[in-house]
């Protein structure tokens, strides 16, 4: 048996044949050539032709190996077994199409089992980077938000201490004499009484005087 | 594919020996190989269990508390060692009391990078001399003398703590730590009390409302925000004006020192709500430097030193025989002058000048502030009766203020009350029994809101960043002790002392002020009555829509001429005059000469600068 793979196509090729067939041709002598010689070419050709068709025939069940390898990784084994029968009964009977094989129950739980944990571990992936992420800068923000807070405080504090410190001097300004500032005294406020509301006037309608002539 | 002349690359399956031979063979290499690929996996997991689990043991048991005691010390943030407390603020929203930062420097030389020379120049640059406790000099030797953890004597605020910082100097070190400061100095410090160095709240407010005043305690999570003055916006807000508070404390500080008088307070009450406007006492002391002023000065003896009120308590006697209806307001008593009460002799004060004055109204018992005019208005009662009254107003109990230290008032035992007619007798003009300054104006208060015994108090409470109470003082509730009428008589007649009587010296122009003088005679400490006498004037006002009520007392002042018309009532008329401008209220009468009193532009600019 021969195996594509083992046949050497420059050895059976036309062109490396040619010059014994042009010898063939040209030489007077066509019986020069020996029997064997002949023999061995009628073999060789024989064996080229079951080659080819061997070679075409593997390159079929090889395609249907690669379908079913594409299905599933199960069925290569049989498609392996398939190969080494022999061929040439599959020649003359249809192939038969891969059909997707159904996959126990238990399997298709699991496998869907497999993609849903797939996806959420990538969401958690997903997840726990962006928390880390933003538990990095809420931190950083806050403090600086915290400082900041601290800063604007301690500047209110100095701010109000500075204001009573001022009104207490200014008190203390006062009590001196020649201040200007003078101790409140009972006539110091004036109280205005609201008067009573007068009753609206109705304006009254003037009859307008045309002035004339208007223009000129 | 075919016509590939390179060599094929050997099959990457690892050359291990087909099963070839029986299923039996087969089944046996298959249960093999795996097995041997499980121990070892296993082997590893076990042994980094187990290395894992000694770690732990050996972090947890061997050196634990080693590392608890180095994550404490990284973790916690050293507590300021003093606590920050809350501001108060006065009725306008003054700052009365509040904190604020201040630096301690620490000089670590051996963290120095410039000469020791070099630093102190650069200190002295910014700090003042004595601040730094000697000259530039003096510094470099104190540098020399300890390698580290040298405190400055300067005590550094804020803005001098960010110019240090700016110098970029190593081994000098600010502790911040919060410190009590009292803007308006001595003037509030009889309420708000002080706290000392260390922090510790000693009188006043700050002793006795301190968990209020404190911000809660910090767990070790908002530690970290470490801020040092303020945590939140509540301020507690007090009762007093601080504008009638400075005018209280000046003149009462100068009519002290005009009549030598060993001490004095001024208080004004808004009798509708027993808010104090004004608690004034001198002498008093500075609560920022508390460490210089005498001890005596810290109580506030008005809450906390009992006195005989002397004729102030004739009205409220007058009340008590109104509302029990045993004298009406238009009997005449025969005022002789002089009378003996078992072997106790009682007379007027103007005895030896007047005499007696025979047949007067109860209106002119008050207006000559009769002694004697009183003990016959008091014998209408039933002495037990007199005794209940005296109990029912308060009298030998406490007012229920916020300050520390107030004392109960002193009133005779019952049976030796009810036994004796002498003690009835001497109550009726306000001796034989004492209570503090606070008291008589919470009594008075009774007078000028109809009838109703309030709590007098300092505090408004917790005041937060939206201008709302989020806590408040309990007081009791009001409890009705005269009728309306009663106290519209009794002001009445009060009104005529002022108008035309004892208490002329508080007349203010315009308005319409009752009021009593008091001037009694201070017992000694052998129990005797001396020389000394305390001298003292009510008022109420206005007497059309009664409110405020004034008391001024002046213990012990010298002269001849000191009374409680003398010394006092031109005190309460002071007050009197800045309270019906502060307090706008409108005068009873056209104002006269009104031309005269117009209000100047320097008195325009008082009111605008003290608000």
Do not use: C
């Amino acid at each position: 048996m021969v195996f594509a793979t083992d046949f050497d196509p420059i050895d059976s090729s036309t062109r490396r044949q040619a010059p014994s067939k042009v010898g063939a041709r040209d030489g007077a002598n066509a019986e020069t050539v020996s029997p064997l010689h002949q023999t061995n070419r009628l073999i060789a050709q024989a064996q080229a032709k079951s080659i080819t068709q061997k070679a075409a025939q593997q390159a079929r069940s090889r395609n249907m190996v690669a379908q079913k390898v594409q299905s599933e990784g199960e069925d290569i084994a049989i498609a392996a077994r398939g190969l080494s029968q022999p061929v040439t009964q599959n020649i003359l009977a249809p192939l038969p199409l891969p059909t997707k094989p159904t996959l126990p129950l238990g399997l298709q739980i699991l496998n869907r089992v497999q993609h849903g944990t797939t996806a959420f571990t990538g969401l958690l992936i997903a997840g726990a980077l962006a928390l880390y992420g933003s538990s990095v800068y809420v931190d950083k923000s806050a403090d600086r938000a915290m400082a900041h807070l601290n800063h604007l405080q301690g500047e209110s504090q100095q701010l109000t201490s500075a204001n009573e410190s001022i009104k207490q001097s200014l008190a203390e300004q006062a009590l001196q004499e020649n201040s200007g500032l003078e101790p409140y005294e009972s006539g110091d406020v004036l109280f205005v009484t609201p008067e009573p509301l007068r009753e609206s006037m109705e304006p009254e309608e003037k009859p307008v005087k045309r002035l004339r002539p208007l223009g000129y | 594919m075919a016509a590939s002349t390179r060599r094929r690359k050997p099959s990457r399956q690892p050359n291990i020996p087909m099963p070839r031979s029986t299923p039996e063979a087969i089944a046996a290499f298959r249960r093999k190989s795996p097995r041997l690929r499980l121990i070892s996996v296993w082997l590893v997991l076990i042994a980094g269990m187990l290395g894992l689990t000694g770690r732990l043991a050996y972090l947890q048991l061997m050196i634990g508390s080693d590392l608890k005691t180095i994550a404490k010390e990284q973790q916690a943030i050293q507590t300021t060692p003093r606590a920050s407390r809350r501001q108060m603020i006065d009725r306008q929203g003054n700052v009365v009391a509040m904190d604020r930062v201040l630096y301690t420097l620490y000089v670590h030389p051996m963290l120095f990078k410039q000469s020791p020379e070099e630093v102190a120049t650069a200190l002295g640059s910014v700090l003042e001399p004595d601040a730094l406790g000697g000259d530039t000099q003096a510094l470099v030797t104190l540098f020399g003398e300890q390698a580290s953890g040298i405190k400055l004597p300067a005590e550094i605020t804020e803005e001098t703590a960010k110019r240090l910082r700016e110098l970029r100097l190593d081994g000098l070190d600010l502790l911040p730590s919060p410190q009590r400061i009292y803007p308006q100095g001595e003037l509030f410090a009889q309420v708000t009390g002080y706290t000392d160095l260390e922090g510790v709240p000693k009188e006043g407010i700050e002793l006795s409302l301190g968990s209020q005043l404190a911000y809660p305690e910090l767990s070790s999570a908002e530690a970290a925000a470490l801020q040092l003055v303020t945590r939140d916006d509540q301020q507690m807000k007090l009762t007093l004006d601080s504008r009638l508070q400075r005018i209280a404390q000046e003149n009462l500080a100068a009519t002290v020192a005009e009549y030598n008088a060993k001490r004095g307070a001024v208080i004004v009450m808004d009798s509708r709500t027993g808010e104090l406007l004004t608690l004034a006492v001198a002498p008093t002391y500075d609560p920022n430097q508390y460490y210089d002023a005498e001890i005596e000065y810290f109580k506030n003896w008005a809450v906390s030193d009992l006195y005989e009120p002397g004729s102030t308590f004739k009205p409220i006697n007058v009340a008590i025989a109104l509302e029990t209806g045993t004298i009406s307001p238009n009997e005449t008593i025969y005022d002789e002058g002089k009378i003996q009460i078992g072997e106790w002799p009682i007379q007027n004060v103007d005895f030896k000048y007047v005499g007696g004055r025979g047949a007067i109204s109860v209106t002119d018992v008050l207006r000559y502030s009769s002694n004697v005019g009183m003990v016959h208005i008091m014998e209408t009662l039933q002495r037990s009766t007199y005794y209940e009254w005296l109990e029912k107003l308060g009298i030998g109990g406490k007012t229920g203020i916020e300050l520390p230290g107030e004392v109960n008032g002193q009133i005779k035992a019952r049976s030796q009350f009810v036994g004796s007619a002498v003690e009835a007798a001497t109550t009726s003009f306000g001796q034989g029994f004492s209570l503090t300054p606070l008291q008589l104006v919470q009594l008075h208060g009774t007078l000028a809101n109809g009838g109703n015994l309030v709590t007098p108090h300092v505090v408004k409470g917790l005041l937060d960043e939206q201008g709302e109470l989020t806590w408040t003082p309990e007081h009791t509730e009001p409890q009705r002790v005269f009728s309306e009428e009663t106290t519209r008589q009794v002001l009445a007649m009060m009104e005529e002392v002022v108008s035309d009587g004892t208490g002329a010296a508080a007349k203010v122009d315009g308005y319409q002020i009752a009021g009593k003088t008091g001037t009694a005679q201070k017992a000694t400490e052998y129990g005797a009555y001396g020389n000394q006498r305390i001298t003292s004037f009510v008022s109420i006002a206005p007497v059309s829509d009664p409110r405020y009520v004034v008391l001024a007392v002046v213990d012990e002042p010298q002269g001849e001429n000191a009374y409680g018309g003398t010394v006092a009532a031109p005190l309460v008329k002071k007050m009197l005059e800045s309270l019906v401008v502060l307090e706008g209220i409108a005068p009873d009468e056209p104002m006269p000469d009104l031309t005269e009193t117009k209000p100047t532009e320097a008195a325009v600019e008082d009111v605008f600068i003290l608000e």
